[in-house]
């Protein structure tokens, strides 16, 4: 009967998580792998804002109930809220059906088969590198997928003329899947210049914007992070937009995430919002209740979030000053090469130029993890382990 199906060779991400929770070197191994954000002692954090949602959400005990197919009201406001500014014009207009979504992936298949529904011949175009999962989800949903050119090793910059010219290419409808801040696994973004260009390209050759923020605050700052997205709105765009909080805010397991398509009027975004939801329906039919009440109470309480605002700076700073620190001790263990790479990098990962093989030996012969491609999870560094990471990196350059 399934003598056809092939085996899964297994994700290249989380993959990863499973070798190391199985590796024995429990004394020294290192998980730079998956993008999970630790503490300084190696811990995924229960933030202090959620441990206060949680406490008001348990007391009384609430029935579980199913949700709307598109969440809680409260959560989709604090998703436009956060993407789009306060007040926003199209927000206020009407203009932007919002829906919550299982996790940033969730959001990324809802709006994948919208598309594929919608605009049938549609492709979408990936970064050069992305998210592996990226291409997963666009092409399950039947989409042809290719790439477009962005990181340049050399520079350890962007492509941007050749990226331009690429989006020059295309044809009308066509999707660009980009990374509004933090981009995984590079961690390298536009600037808001460059974002200027390449959207006024997208606007002129009519191409669809789907913009996918998973870091947002891990970058500069919650609004800073979201320059790309209020820029395409502000431009009078029509964008998707996917966003996590698996990352700022910890709540991985919770899968609580957002889509949001901003429609040029009401009742287009209304429609909009319907076909989203029945999408929602036919996938999954609704979205987890306690994620979508964390979220809700933490954003939509002013202490609470003011409260979050800080823990995610909090976890930005620390992650800066691990990219500090690992560039100073291999640029001393290395001084002929140049690390500038680490502080240039922005979010939660560094895009190291290490080969597969080298990869490889700093799991098999040190325990360190990385993704194959040479990506490094900084959130796994802290000043207990950085200092042998280094060494690592050291020898497998030597
Ligand atoms: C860019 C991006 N978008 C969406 C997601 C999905 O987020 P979620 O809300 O959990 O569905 C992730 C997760 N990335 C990390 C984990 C993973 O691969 O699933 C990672 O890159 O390690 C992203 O890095």
């Known amino acids: 009967m399934f003598e056809h199906v092939t085996p899964y060779a297994g994700d290249p991400i989380l993959g990863l998580m499973d070798k190391f929770a199985n590796d024995p070197r429990t004394d ?22 959620v441990k206060s ?29 956060l993407l789009f500014g306060k007040d926003n014009e199209a927000v206020k207009a009407g203009r932007v059906a919002t829906i ?21 011949n549609a492709k979408c175009y990936v970064s050069n590198p992305t998210w592996g999962n990226h291409i997963s989800i666009f092409e399950g949903a039947g989409i042809e997928v290719g790439k477009y050119p962005y990181y340049d090793a050399a520079t350890i910059g962007v492509k941007f003329d050749e990226m331009c010219e690429f989006f020059k290419g295309l044809n009308e409808n066509d999707v660009v899947l980009l990374h509004p801040c933090c981009h995984n696994p590079t961690g390298v973004d536009l600037s808001n210049e460059q974002w200027d260009t390449v959207l006024t390209i997208i606007k002129d050759k009519k191409l ?42 910890s709540l ?15 009742e287009e975004a209304e429609r909009v919002h319907g076909q989203l ?68 990098q922005r979010g939660m990962f560094s895009f190291t130029g ?5 990869v490889v030996r700093l ?18 560094l802290n000043n207990k382990n950085v200092e042998y990471v280094a060494n690592a990196i050291a020898e497998v350059l030597r």
């Not at 730079?32 to 804002?49: F, H, N």
């Not at 700073?317 to 001393?332: E, V």
């Not at 290490?354 to 080298?358: C, I, M």
């Open 53 to 81: 949602a949680e406490s008001q959400i348990a007391n009384p005990p609430r029935p579980r109930g199913y949700l709307p197919m598109d969440g809680l009201p409260g959560y989709r406001k604090a998703c436009q809220d």
């Open 277 to 344: 939801k029945f999408t929602v329906r036919r996938i999954y039919s609704s979205p987890p209740a306690h994620g979508n009440a964390v979220v809700d109470t933490v954003m939509n309480d002013a202490a609470l979030f003011e409260q979050w605002v800080g823990e995610v700076y909090e976890m930005r700073d620390r992650i800066r000053d691990m990219r500090q620190k690992l560039q100073d001790t291999l640029s001393a263990k290395l001084p002929e090469r140049d690390f500038s790479y680490f502080t240039k």
């Open 363 to 380: 799991r098999d012969e040190f325990a360190v993890y990385m993704v194959e491609n040479g990506r490094m999870c900084i959130a796994g």
């Open 28 to 49: 020294i191994k290192v998980n730079l792998g998956v993008g999970v954000y630790y503490t300084e002692d190696g811990k995924l954090p229960v933030l202090e804002c």
């Open 252 to 266: 991985y397991g919770e899968r609580v995430g957002g889509l949001s398509v901003v429609a040029p009027t009401k």
């Open 100 to 120: 919550a979504t299982l996790g940033g992936s969730g959001a990324l298949k809802v709006g994948a088969d919208f598309i594929h529904e919608w605009y049938p």
């Open 208 to 249: 669809i914007p789907f913009m996918d923020i998973a870091y947002q605050g891990f970058g500069d700052d919650m609004d800073g992070d979201a320059y790309a997205i209020r820029r395409a709105v502000e431009m009078g765009l029509s964008v998707f937009v996917s966003n996590s909080f698996s990352k700022n805010l």
């Open 354 to 358: 290490l080969t597969a093989e080298q």
